[in-house]
């Protein structure tokens, strides 16, 4: 039912108007169309059945979805947004995917791109990437951008995306990154426009191209000269710097991080660096030139044909700056389960996208991602994971993030990566120590957490981070340990409950499984007051003594004329010897000291007009009573069994009756029926079928049945009328109708029926004045107020 | 979808039979009334004992359950047991259904409506407290008369002030409250007529969901 | 009297048939717009604000529902009463408040079971309903009443409510609530049973007569129910019409004695 928030009248589930004043109402329950189980109004689906409650269109788009479809995902910080296109339009990914703001904010302000919004960096980032970053000749548009970082926007998913602050966009990319961008730039989507020239490198990073690919068949871009990288930057770089063997010792000697040139060297020397890879879904990367923080992320020994359709990645943690990017991940889409794995939260080969057409394109983006990408992406781990999509992998984890694996999951192989004692951070080879920028230095924390024995969260929380440029910061949220959990991940409650929450929730569990009920119902408060209690004790007993007391020898009720009494001495007397008479014994139990002296009454006249008696009964304590009064009757003399007949009890009600008096008729029938009884409906239906068993027969020509009554005197008010039109042949009600009888039939008055007479006269007297009393009292008393 | 409309359609179809039957009394109609009607009985004679199982299994969980009323259910469970042991054995006219009824049965029920006239009694007494208008003053009034004036009192002569109370409450009686129980019944019975016609043409449905 | 043979019943059948096609109609223009309504009756509207309160105290309601029984001339009675706390049922289940119900007649004790049960599976919480909600009594009336007193008094009550076909057995009940306390409301169709309940219950917690098969339009405010109170209605201004005439022409002579 609905309550009308107008009217407050109760209206019916389907209402949507109120049937009393007209208002709209407010459906505050969803009948299922599958069970009919009401559901509360926010369901999509039935907590019964789980049929669908809402159509699918008409399910509220989340906050991120709607932000991907007005403005685009939106980034924070540095973190790269890692949202694949939505499914239905990722058949066509890359260039229609809206660029990161933050990203777009380095390509400069054209961002011819639809559908991109600028992001907002952190003032200090911005302008410094202003100071430092040297304008390119030509600006690179958000069309020209390489693979690797188209790629890295069609990650984005359209859905459950937090708002994030907007980055204001840098007026240009740092040289070092637009450098990047300019080397890497397979051709994964058709649709993307071929990249620049090589003539857009940096100086610095054209001289590596030259040197380490001599036989490039596109022509070099020009060199630029170096570019001073920032301080934030320049940090980065001295962290992440590991030795590499291979990598020759370029940035000592022409500024080049060593990181940097290990990339250089990775670069297919016969490959111009923007040019667009081939079409190769399942090409392997040679990791064997990959500095050592490269290569602790790639997989040496996976090849595309242990895992088809993917490429191999080295075993390798990956950077920090690339974790966090599966922070991001971690931040927007919570892992909630295996069927929660959506293809936001992998890296961009290992996505599952919806649609094939996506998945395609995923493999093709994964093909033309560059090598030394590919190796910094999730490495598939030891632990396979079922009913993955073809592509996805495995990636994994780095120490730190591994301490948050929660139990039960499958323990990922930590000897790759150095384990950091606690409040130390891991030495890493090959990088310097950064230089925390001033602006950063109040977020870095004072120690590290514990890599045990805490929840992720709190440790998340708690702990700072230990590694890479975000080293000694707290409260950065790791990426979920459900991102690369293998199938029976069970994931575990991200905030513990305090022990008062728990508990308040246990009882409250005991109660409503103990049920609102007995247990709890306070008996209400008894308002008999000793007063009352001697009134009700009074009443009674005066009751009780009038009615066994005598106050006198000579009667004291004198009954008064009843015409309806001579007239049923008449039809009786009027009966002929063997005449036979019907007598229904309609009335209950809680009747039978009253009714039992009208039965003997009129037992005892038929009986002395030779009449044979036939009783019958509609209700089922009839037969006893039957057999009462025949066992009384018989105790008569000169009464033979032959004239006492019982039919027993014959159900259906009124549909008894007629069933009683159609047998009963259906020969002469008989000559006059009784009917006994003290409820008033019984008598009306043995009146009204009588009634048409009387048409019938007058129909035929034979003569109607007439029907005399004997009611208790409870009734008798209600059955007058019934009793003045039918029973015309005469009727009797209660102790002073009995004594009328006797009188009509000349018979001296019984001296039982005298005293109860005298008793019922008394008792109404006293009853009268005690009611008088009452209400005079409770009339000066004053009304009683009502609850 | 089935388990609504076959209980409608025999319902409906039911009353439709039995309404005809009783108002054309054409074969086979008051036949097939009289069969329905029987079976209808079956019905309720069915619905007895599941009444009488559901009231054994309510005190025999309190029985178990213990607590307040535990002797009461005692008794009840072993009466019932007992009794419909042994009148089945003997039937309801044998000795030990007379015995149970003359002795038992017909007192207690005797008694329990004479506890109706005490507590009818207070009841009219706390009127006053209840409610007070000029229909409770009216109500009383008739009370008395009604009491005083029903059976005459032989030693008072019947004329004068006691033939007066007898005479009114005599009219009383034949008039006002008989027109009143006359017109009660009538709007009962149009009620009845309406709930069984709502319940004829399915409009409710009281044996399904609506 | 051949006449009569057929007249009775030829106008049975002619008030039935009316009664049908008025409800029929009535039923339909009541589908399209919201109903008037016809009377006021504070007893339905209160059910609610009752069941609320049992929540609230933790307190028991106490269905006394008489012993009409469903094969007999009661039935409708009963079926009038049980309409009446159908929203009653939904409510009590929904605050997990559930009514006692109790019955002096075998069958009513089956269907009004069944409603129960059906308020709950309604919800959703079939598996919260319990059987003893639900209660035969015992086979008399007089006996039935002094049971559900006597249950009264054992478990308390913070309301009770006595509907259904009633005679004065009812004042057993009565005279327990004045006894152990709490609220009460009820109706009957009997004047036997309305005696002592008019003296217990003040008019807003009262129905008489014919008023209680206004309860389930109350109820559920649904069109049928208010097209069969303007159908009672319409028959009844029938009936006052055809009595005045006939009086009328009674005592004018017209028509023969």
């Avoid at chain 3, 015992?138 to 009264?152: D, F, H, I, K, S």
């Amino acid at each position: 039912m609905i309550r009308c928030p107008k009217c407050n009248t109760l209206n019916r589930d389907s209402s949507r108007f109120c049937s009393e004043c007209g208002a709209p109402l407010y459906r505050t329950r969803i009948r299922c169309p599958q069970c009919g189980t009401l559901n509360p109004v926010g369901n999509i689906f039935c907590d019964q059945c789980h049929t669908r409650l809402v159509p699918a269109e008409e399910t509220p788009a989340t906050p991120a979805a709607k932000l991907t479809e007005e403005t685009g995902p939106r980034v924070q910080g540095i973190s790269l947004p890692t949202r694949p296109a939505p499914a239905g339009e990722s058949g066509e990914t890359g260039a229609q995917q809206p660029m990161p703001d933050w990203l777009m904010g380095f390509l400069g302000p054209e961002t011819p791109e639809p559908g991109e919004t600028s992001g907002a960096v952190p003032d200090g980032l911005a302008e410094r990437a202003e100071e430092t970053a040297a304008p390119p000749e030509e600006p690179v548009t958000p069309t020209e951008l390489p693979d690797w970082l188209t790629s890295l926007a069609e990650e984005s998913a359209p859905a459950a995306v937090p708002s994030r602050p907007e980055l204001e966009p840098a007026a240009e990319l740092p040289d070092w990154l637009t450098g990047l961008a300019e080397e890497s730039a397979p051709a994964a989507v058709p649709s993307r426009p071929e990249p620049e020239p090589a003539a857009e490198l940096p100086d610095w990073l054209t001289g590596l191209a030259e040197e380490s690919a001599p036989a490039a068949a596109a022509p070099a871009p020009e060199p630029e000269p170096a570019v001073e990288l920032p301080d934030w930057l320049a940090g980065l770089v001295e962290e992440a710097a590991s030795p590499s063997p291979a990598a020759p010792p370029i940035a000592a000697e022409e500024g080049i991080p060593d990181w940097l040139s290990g990339i250089m060297e990775e670069v297919p020397a016969a490959e111009p660096i923007l040019e667009p890879e081939p079409q190769e879904p399942e090409a392997s990367l040679e990791p064997a030139a990959l500095p050592d923080w490269l290569a602790g992320v790639l997989e040496p020994e996976e090849t595309p044909a242990q895992r088809p359709g993917a490429p191999a990645i080295s075993a390798a943690p990956a950077p920090d700056w690339l974790s966090a990017w599966e922070e991001d991940i971690e931040e927007e889409h919570p892992i909630g389960g295996r069927e929660d794995l959506s293809a936001e939260d992998t890296w961009p080969e290992q996505q599952a996208p919806a649609s094939e057409s996506a998945r395609m394109g995923a493999g093709e983006m994964a093909a033309e991602v560059p090598d030394w990408l590919r190796a910094l992406g999730p490495r598939s781990g030891a632990v396979a994971v079922e009913a993955l999509p073809e592509g996805l992998e495995q990636a994994e984890l780095p120490m730190w993030l591994e301490q948050l694996r929660p139990p039960g999951t499958a323990p990922l192989d930590s000897s790759r990566a150095p384990e950091a004692p606690p409040g130390e951070e891991a030495p890493v080879e090959g990088l310097t120590r950064a230089e925390i920028p001033d602006w950063l230095q109040p977020y870095r924390p004072t120690a590290t957490s514990p890599a045990t024995g805490t929840s992720a969260l709190e440790m998340a929380v708690s702990a700072p981070e230990s590694e890479g440029p975000l080293s000694g910061l707290a409260g950065l949220l790791p990426a979920l340990p459900g991102v690369d959990a293998p199938a029976h991940f069970a994931p575990t409650m991200a905030v513990p409950l305090p022990q008062t929450v728990v508990q308040e929730a246990q009882l409250w569990q005991q109660l409503l499984e103990g049920g609102a009920g007995a247990q709890g119902r306070p008996k209400p408060r008894a308002r008999v007051t000793w007063p009352a209690v001697v009134v009700r004790v009074m009443v009674a007993l005066v009751l009780v003594l009038a009615s066994l007391l005598r106050f006198s020898e000579t009667p004291l009720a004198q009954p008064p004329e009843q015409p309806n009494v001579s007239a049923l001495y008449a039809t009786i007397e009027a009966l002929q010897p063997g005449a036979e008479v019907w007598i229904a014994f309609d009335y209950t139990l809680a009747d039978v000291d009253e009714m039992d002296f009208i039965v003997e009454a009129l037992l005892e006249h038929l009986l002395s007009r030779e009449a044979r008696i036939v009783a019958v009964s509609t209700l089922p304590e009839g037969p006893g009573l039957i057999a009462d009064r025949f066992a009384w009757a018989l105790g008569r003399p000169d009464v033979s069994p032959d004239s006492l007949v019982s039919r027993g009890f014959v159900a259906g009600g009124t549909a008894g009756v007629a069933q009683i008096l159609t047998s009963a008729t259906a020969d002469a029938g008989p000559h006059l029926l009784v009917v006994l009884t003290s409820r008033p409906e019984k008598l009306k239906a043995w009146v009204e079928q009588t009634a048409v068993i009387n048409g019938a027969r007058l129909a035929e020509g034979k003569p109607a049945l007439p029907l005399v009554a004997g009611v208790s005197a409870a009734a008798a008010p209600q059955l007058r009328p019934y009793l003045n039109a039918s029973a015309q042949a005469g009727w009797l009600s209660g102790f002073s109708g009995v004594a009328a009888y006797l009188q009509a039939r000349g018979l001296p008055p019984r001296e039982d029926i005298s005293r109860r007479l005298d008793a019922l006269l008394v008792t109404q007297w006293l009853a009268a004045s005690l009611l008088a009393a009452g209400a005079l009292f409770y009339l000066l008393a004053g009304k009683q107020k009502t609850g | 979808m089935f388990k609504r409309i076959l209980p409608t359609a025999v319902a409906i179809s039911a009353g439709l039979l039995v309404l005809l039957g009783a108002f054309i009394p054409v074969d086979p109609l008051p036949q097939i009334r009289a069969v329905l009607i029987d079976w209808a009985m079956f019905v309720g004679a069915f619905a007895f004992i599941l009444a009488y199982l559901q009231l054994l299994r309510v005190h025999l969980t309190r029985l178990r359950r213990g607590g307040k009323g535990k002797s009461t259910s005692l008794w009840v469970v072993l009466s019932a047991l007992v009794v419909f042991v042994l009148v089945l054995w003997q039937g309801p006219a044998g000795a030990v259904g007379q015995t149970l009824l003359r002795g038992l049965l017909a007192p207690g029920q005797s008694a329990l409506l004479a506890l109706t006239a005490v507590t009818l009694l207070l009841s009219g007494m706390r009127l006053f407290k209840v409610r007070r208008n000029l229909g409770s003053v009216l109500f009383l009034a008739v009370v008395l008369v009604m009491l005083i004036g029903s059976i005459p009192l032989a030693i008072v002569p019947y004329q004068g002030a006691m033939g007066t109370v007898v005479g009114v409450a005599d009219w009383l009686q034949r008039v006002p409250a008989l027109a009143g129980m006359r017109g009660l019944a009538l709007g009962v019975a149009l009620g009845i007529l309406l709930t069984g016609l709502r319940v004829l043409f399915g409009m409710t449905r009281p044996h399904s969901d609506d | 009297m051949t006449t009569d043979l057929w007249l009775r019943p030829l106008i049975a059948l002619g008030i039935t048939l009316v009664a049908a096609v008025a409800l029929t109609v009535i039923g339909i223009r009541h589908r399209q717009a919201p109903p008037r309504y016809l009377r006021d009756f504070p007893i339905f509207r209160s059910l609610p604000g009752e069941v609320g309160r049992a929540a609230e105290e933790g307190a028991l309601i106490h269905v006394t529902l008489g012993s009409g029984a469903l094969t007999g001339e009661d039935a409708m009675t009963s079926l009038a009463a049980l309409e009446s706390l159908h929203a009653l049922f939904d409510l009590a289940a929904a605050y997990d408040t559930p009514p006692l119900i109790t019955t002096g007649d075998p069958t009513l004790y089956v269907l009004a079971d069944d409603w129960m049960r059906r308020a709950y599976t309604r919800l959703g919480n079939p598996e919260r309903y319990r059987p003893a909600l639900v209660q035969f009594m015992a086979a008399t009336p007089a006996t039935y009443a002094a049971m559900a007193a006597t249950y009264l008094s054992e478990k308390g009550s913070g309301t009770t409510m006595m509907l259904g076909a009633f005679d004065q057995e009812v004042s057993l009940l009565t005279d327990a609530v004045i006894r152990h306390g709490g609220r009460a409301i009820g109706g009957a169709v009997s004047p036997l049973g309305l005696a002592p309940l008019f003296t217990l219950l003040e008019p807003q917690q009262l129905v008489l007569g014919e008023d209680l098969f206004a309860g389930g339009a109350e109820a559920t405010q649904r069109s049928v129910f208010w097209a069969s109170l303007g159908v009672q209605d319409f028959l009844r201004w029938l009936l006052v019409a055809g009595m005045v005439l006939t009086a009328l022409f009674s005592v004018l002579g017209v028509g023969g004695p």
